[in-house]
T-cell receptor, first 113, second 116 residues
Framework: GNSVTQMEGPVTLSEEAFLTINCTYTATGYPSLFWYVQYPGEGLQLLLKATKADDKGSNKGFEATYRKETTSFHLEKGSVQVSDSAVYFCALGFSGGYQKVTFGIGTKLQVIP | SAVISQKPSRDICQRGTSLTIQCQVDSQVTMMFWYRQQPGQSLTLIATANQGSEATYESGFVIDKFPISRPNLTFSTLTVSNMSPEDSSIYLC?????????????FGPGTRLLVL
C-alpha cells in the first residue's frame, strides 16, 4: 500500500535558521505530493504541492522538490520565523474518481526568537 | 479553492452520548471526506461521503458508530455515537473540488471533541 514517512519531531530552531523536514514515500504509480501545515488550534492548510517528478512546489518561502529517484519530497526554508511554528504534514494522493490522501505522522516545528 | 466551515468548533461530551458535527462548503462538491486526528497523531480517513449514495467507510470504522449524511452537494454531517474517552479527537471534514487532473483537498477548521 501507499505510505509516507517523515521525520519525528519536535524540531526546535532559532529564528532565521535553515529548515529541512524530510519526507519519503512509497506508492504504486505516480502520486501527487503535498505539504500541509496546521497552525495551533486550526485545521490543515495546503502549503505547497508537486504533481510530477522534478516539479518544485513553493509557497511562503517554503519549497520542496519531487524526487522520483529517491522517492522524497523534503520541505525546506532558508530562514524560519516564529510565525512558522506549526505542525507540518507530508502527504500523497492520486487523481481520478477517488482521491484518497495518505498523510505522514506530522512534524512539529517550534521556532524560538 | 473551497471555503469550509464546521460546527461545533469544539465540545465536551459525556460518555455514552452522541454528537453530530456539521460541515458546510461554499460551493458544490462531489466528494467530501471525514478524518479523525487523535492527539499527537496523523490524520486517519474515516469515510468518504458522496451525495446521493451511502458513505464508504475505511477499515476499522463502521456506520453504526459513525453515521454520515450527505443530503446535498454543499453539506454533510458526521455523528459520533455512544462516545467513549477514546473518541476524543479532532474531526476534520475535507472536500475534493475535482477541478483538475490532480487537484488537492481542502480542509475545514476541525471540531475538537473531548469525551469525559
Amino acid at each position: 500500500g501507499n505510505s509516507v514517512t517523515q521525520m519525528e519531531g519536535p524540531v526546535t530552531l532559532s529564528e532565521e535558521a535553515f529548515l529541512t523536514i524530510n519526507c519519503t514515500y512509497t506508492a504504486t504509480g505516480y502520486p501527487s505530493l503535498f505539504w500541509y501545515v496546521q497552525y495551533p488550534g486550526e485545521g490543515l492548510q495546503l502549503l505547497l504541492k508537486a504533481t510530477k517528478a522534478d516539479d518544485k512546489g513553493s509557497n511562503k518561502g517554503f519549497e520542496a522538490t519531487y524526487r522520483k529517484e529517491t522517492t522524497s519530497f523534503h520541505l525546506e526554508k532558508g530562514s524560519v520565523q516564529v510565525s512558522d511554528s506549526a505542525v507540518y504534514f507530508c502527504a500523497l494522493g492520486f487523481s481520478g474518481g477517488y482521491q484518497k490522501v495518505t498523510f505522514g505522522i506530522g512534524t512539529k516545528l517550534q521556532v524560538i526568537p | 479553492s473551497a471555503v469550509i466551515s464546521q460546527k461545533p468548533s469544539r465540545d465536551i461530551c459525556q460518555r455514552g452520548t452522541s454528537l453530530t458535527i456539521q460541515c458546510q462548503v461554499d460551493s458544490q462538491v462531489t466528494m467530501m471526506f471525514w478524518y479523525r486526528q487523535q492527539p499527537g497523531q496523523s490524520l486517519t480517513l474515516i469515510a468518504t461521503a458522496n451525495q446521493g449514495s451511502e458513505a464508504t467507510y475505511e477499515s476499522g470504522f463502521v456506520i453504526d458508530k459513525f453515521p454520515i449524511s450527505r443530503p446535498n452537494l454543499t453539506f454533510s454531517t458526521l455523528t459520533v455515537s455512544n462516545m467513549s474517552p477514546e473518541d476524543s479527537s479532532i474531526y476534520l471534514c475535507s472536500v475534493d473540488p475535482g477541478q483538475g487532473a490532480r487537484e488537492t483537498q481542502y480542509f475545514g477548521p476541525g471540531t475538537r471533541l473531548l469525551v469525559l
